[in-house]
């Protein structure tokens, strides 16, 4: 099978690393990739927001298969021209995407499916918001509507931080984004990821993470797309894990398909958990990232064909192998993220280090410079490892960073402190 993925970061080079080890992939397409992809696939230059040329690159590459790894060519609509064109697609229609794209979308669903999430008011004046803040006081969860890259969410414990974000949101900082703001309840509790893979009618899951938001030591600081991640999440129990299903994930896809916008692709779930009791914080429209690098760790090539059974409808024969092991990434990012920072730094020692069934250095943010590697975001390397146990993972993850050399860079040294205990 021809197969292309879009997208360019860590997730993206752990879904190609993959599904590079699987039999059925002939021959693999990253578009537009990054220097570490480039290692186990084709690279090609492609706006990966625009359909039309997806579709045209799609059809010269003779592709069999397109998996969307972000949610920006998701909320484009992507995944919609090329079902039209006929090529099979990983990835929900722009419409079911709603359920990343707009949080007030995702509270109209969880209240039609009855789903257990945190109590919110919608709005679009900001007097209004400003008056609901005072009446509830804090802490209070005050986000923006659309997409803001993970950045958009303001996790006030006072009162005054909560008016400062709807102050900062209604002057226009996340653009277009901003002109809507959900104010949310704030919930106790431990949060984790889960990743579902559903094929409009079906659902398999697929695999459990908790990350670490916080640019900072011990979770502090401003929130980044994600510092580092690990499988599983010991929260995630098998009761836990079945509650979700009943109480949140099959009603939400039965809610969509009732709408007739049947929901196809990896739903991220992101819970709280208090108490034994899930509830959801937001739903995503694809993997996470760094979630995803120790998803596709833990479970190599399988996951290709669990993927592709989601995209032909045939989750209902799928079965996931899991062994009992763990898998940790660390987040190497260039310094000054999640704010300003450099690109174009040299990064050396990556290439000596072991690629092997446990041991992955994924890319995010890299590209060569006459042969050299340097960083070109801010989120640069995810350093992975899997082991028997979580420290097992952990102790190789940090190993193989002290063999990196990266003056630019940084990470955290803590990722796991709660599971490690
Ligand atoms: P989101 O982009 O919606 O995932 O929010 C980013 C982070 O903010 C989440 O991972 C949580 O840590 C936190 N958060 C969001 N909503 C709530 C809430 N209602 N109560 C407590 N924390 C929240
Ligand atoms: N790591 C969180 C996310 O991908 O949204």
């Not at 009618?201 to 938001?213: F, I, M, N, R, V």
Request: proline letters at 5%; aromatic letters at 6%.
């Amino acid at each position: 099978m021809n197969i292309l993925i879009l997208g360019s970061g860590g997730r993206e080079h752990a879904l190609a690393w993959a599904t590079a080890q699987n039999p059925k992939c002939d021959k693999l397409v990253v578009a537009p990739g990054n220097a570490g992809i480039a290692e186990l696939a084709t690279c090609l230059p492609l706006d990966i927001e625009d359909g039309a040329a997806v579709v045209d690159l799609a059809r010269a590459e003779r592709i069999d298969f397109v998996i969307i790894g972000p949610e920006a060519p998701l909320a484009a609509g992507v995944a919609d021209a090329l079902r039209e064109a006929g090529i099979l697609t990983f990835g929900p229609s722009a419409a079911a995407a709603q359920l990343e794209a707009s949080k007030a979308f995702t509270k109209e669903i969880c209240d039609a499916a009855r789903a257990p999430t945190a109590r919110y008011a919608h709005f679009t004046d900001h007097a209004a918001a400003r008056a609901y803040v005072q009446e509830q006081g804090a802490p209070i969860v005050i986000k923006a509507d659309g997409l803001a890259a993970g950045k958009g969410v303001t996790v006030a414990m006072t009162e005054g931080e909560a008016l400062a974000a709807l102050d900062d949101m209604f002057s226009g900082s996340f653009g277009a984004a901003g002109a809507e703001v959900v104010i949310e309840e704030f919930m106790e509790g431990e949060e984790a990821s889960f990743f579902v893979l559903c094929d409009g009618e079906e659902a398999l899951p697929l695999g459990t993470a908790q990350d670490h938001k916080r640019v900072r030591e011990g979770d502090t600081g401003p929130n980044t797309g994600g510092m580092g991640a690990y499988s599983p999440a010991p929260v995630m129990s098998e009761a836990v894990t079945e509650r979700c299903m009943a109480e949140i994930v099959r009603p939400t896809l039965k809610e969509m398909a009732a709408r007739g916008t049947p929901y196809q692709g990896v739903l991220f779930v992101g819970l709280m958990i208090e108490n034994g009791a899930p509830r959801l914080v937001e739903y995503n429209a694809r993997f996470g990232d760094p979630e995803c690098q120790v998803l596709m760790m833990r479970l190599g090539a399988q996951a290709f064909d669990h993927i592709h059974a989601a995209a032909e409808g045939r989750l209902s024969e799928a079965k996931v192998h899991w062994a009992g092991d763990h898998a940790m990434t660390v987040v190497m990012a260039a310094k000054g993220y999640p704010g300003a920072y450099e690109k174009g730094t040299p990064i050396t020692g990556v290439e000596a280090l072991p690629e092997t069934s446990r041991r992955m250095v994924f890319h995010a943010g890299t590209r060569r410079e006459n042969g050299q590697l340097v960083s070109a975001g801010g989120r640069v390397l995810n350093v992975t490892a899997r082991g028997e146990s979580l420290q097992e993972a952990r102790d190789a993850a940090y190993g193989m960073i002290e063999a990196i050399d990266w003056p630019e860079g940084f990470y955290r040294s803590d990722i796991g402190w709660r599971a490690l205990g």
